[in-house]
């Protein structure tokens, strides 16, 4: 598990996608999240604007990305 660390209360699942170099631009973050292929804690979520907190786990292309504060 990739550990992102954040320095804002939340991070919305869009934008973490494009942080982790999942996806590209926010277009293809918003499709992907709309056709089902993300999940968060082990759901799949569809609301890109989704505010995501440290301990949440963010899943995508095999790889899982944890969120933490930075020190």
Do not use: H, W
Request: glycine share 12%.
């Amino acid at each position: 598990m990739k550990i992102i660390s954040i320095t804002t209360e939340y991070i919305k699942l869009q934008d973490l996608l494009k942080f982790a170099a999942v996806t590209e631009t926010g277009g293809e973050a918003k499709q992907r999240i709309q056709e089902g292929e993300i999940l968060v804690n082990g759901e799949v979520c569809t609301m890109r604007g989704k505010k995501l907190r440290p301990g949440d786990v963010v899943s995508a292309d095999g790889q899982e990305f944890g969120l933490s504060y930075a020190d």
